[in-house]
């Protein structure tokens, strides 16, 4: 059974780089016109070295249009050239943050030399895209050497179900189902209690104990621990990403989590 998250007593100082982040690929936690700049105590100088320069162009090209930059800068109506002087690589240092792992649902060996703590939100329609289209591919293009942890993010101000189908997968976990039911709520078009007894029945759960645990709201404390986590560390969308600590915002396209991925396997992100 998974366990409560573990609240890191990691101190940073406030990020002054800016921060660059696709509009079109998240769901903000808070009010849109706050969501672009992060928490001051925490997060995401990594963001603009790790999605800019090792994929933001990939994923314009691919994903969409439109860059939302910091506050403080100019939004760009096209991208049609540099809009912002990106820190070099070699100016620049990576920041890892302390994202705990263990006692959460993972998939992937124990062992496996990158670990991918994901925040999502099963009623976020870029966390399904992402789910959809980058996912297995992902895993499959390294197999073995993955470990995928899945933590709740429920953004229930514009999610309404988001949260009760993060209790519905914690309860179907219980029965040694979890993935399979992950992959069922990120499959459908629609939520709710009547999806979620038919998904447990699909699978073959057993239904009173099922039921009994959403009723009982079992895991409620346990979510809400994941979501304060992530709030406290300063995640402001979903799904959100860390790959062995660095931070990726957004549904980013595989060749962005590829770019990561490779250079952190050849050691080249200190």
């Known amino acids: 059974m998974p366990g409560m998250p573990t609240k890191s007593t990691k101190t940073k100082k406030a990020v002054e780089e800016p921060v660059i982040g696709p ?68 100016q620049s240092q990576f920041v890892r943050y ?39 591919p992902l895993l499959n293009a390294y197999p073995g050497k993955i470990r995928l942890v899945y933590r709740h993010l429920p953004l229930t101000s514009i999610h309404p179900d988001a949260f009760s189908a993060a209790e519905a997968s914690m309860c179907a976990g219980e029965q040694n189902a979890y993935w399979q039911y992950h992959d069922k709520l990120f499959s459908g078009d629609s939520l709710g209690n009547s999806v979620y ?3 447990a029945q699909d699978l073959g759960l057993e239904l009173d104990t099922f039921e009994a645990c959403i009723t009982d709201h079992k895991y409620q404390e346990a979510i809400q621990a994941d979501s304060d986590f992530a709030v406290n560390l300063g995640v402001r969308s979903t799904p959100t990403f860390f790959i062995n600590g660095l931070a990726i915002v957004g549904a980013q396209p595989l060749d962005v989590f590829r770019q990561v991925i490779d250079k952190e396997l050849a050691g080249e992100l200190q």
């Open 23 to 90: 509009e079109f690929m998240d769901e903000p936690v808070i009010q849109p016109d706050e969501f672009i700049t992060f928490k001051r105590s925490h997060f995401f100088s990594v963001l603009s070295i790790l999605t800019f320069i090792l994929g933001v162009a990939v994923g314009y090209v691919l994903w969409g249009t439109g860059l939302v930059f910091d506050k403080n800068l100019q939004t760009a109506s096209q991208a049609t050239g540099p809009v912002v002087d990106a820190p070099s690589a070699e």
């Open 98 to 136: 302390d994202v705990p792992s263990e006692g959460f649902y993972a998939i992937g060996p124990d062992d496996a030399p990158i670990t991918i703590v994901e925040f999502s939100d099963y009623q976020c329609p870029y966390c399904r895209r992402w789910h959809e289209e980058v996912y297995q």
């Open 197 to 199: 007894i038919q998904y």
